[in-house]
């Protein structure tokens, strides 16, 4: 099974602040990442695609990068509606969520 | 406009077997390269992804729970089926179901389905 890991586990931030987030996998997934933002009681929604392709309709402020193992989703400008969960995904083998990372209000 | 939708019952006792439905729109489960995931979250815990059938009937499952699961679909009804057996009150979540293409990423999510597991 490929294990997914997420640091931080929750972050503190500022409106303005530049966000990073990490996402390692327990082996190679070559570019087989998504990220995905999920606010309370609604359905997760898709960021980032294959590493780094952003999803029609969000907003540029969001980027990603990384191969391999490692994974980074970085908001450039937090915005007061990116307070929220966001998680990684491997679609290379089966699939497999990490343990998200809340982004609260610092 | 692609839109799921998850139903089943809300309340299951232990050792039961838990049948959901995804009823789909916008897209068919016969064209080639279409799939359908089912994920679940725990209150306030992480999404875990469960299953996965493709339009050729090809089907994919969590190794930690394959021996509980079974995914079907019925493409005249655009339908998606999941069992899950010998539920236990760990087996609480939101559960959701998810369109996706081949090698991609999920894309769509039905809004989800609370199934509480309690005698």
């Known amino acids: 099974d490929i294990q997914m890991t997420q640091s931080p586990s929750t972050l503190s931030a500022s409106v303005g602040d530049r966000v990073t987030i990490t996402c390692r996998a327990s082996q190679s997934i070559s570019i087989w990442l998504a990220w995905y933002q999920q606010k309370p009681g609604k359905a997760p929604k898709l960021l980032i695609y294959?590493?780094?392709s952003l999803e029609s309709g969000v907003p540029s402020r969001f980027s990603g990068s990384g191969s391999g193992t490692e994974f980074t989703l970085t908001i450039s400008s937090l915005q007061p509606d990116d307070f929220a969960t966001y998680y990684c995904q491997q679609y290379n083998s089966y699939s497999t969520f990490g343990p998200g990372t809340k982004v609260d209000i610092k | 406009q692609i839109t799921l939708k998850e139903s089943g019952p809300t309340l299951v006792k232990p050792t039961q077997t838990l049948t959901l439905t995804c009823t789909f729109s916008g897209f068919s489960l016969s064209t080639s390269g279409v799939g359908v995931d089912w994920i679940r979250q725990p209150p306030g815990k992480a999404l875990e992804w469960l299953a996965l059938?493709?339009?050729?009937?090809?089907?994919r499952y969590s190794p930690s729970l394959k021996s509980r699961l079974t995914i079907t679909k019925d493409t005249s009804k655009n339908q998606v089926v999941l069992t899950m057996t010998n539920m236990d009150p760990v087996d609480t979540a939101t559960y959701y179901c998810a369109h996706r293409q081949l090698a991609a990423a999920i894309d769509y999510w039905g809004q989800g389905t609370l199934v509480t597991v309690s005698s």
């Open positions: 059938i493709y339009w050729d009937n090809d089907k």
């Open positions: 294959k590493a780094s």
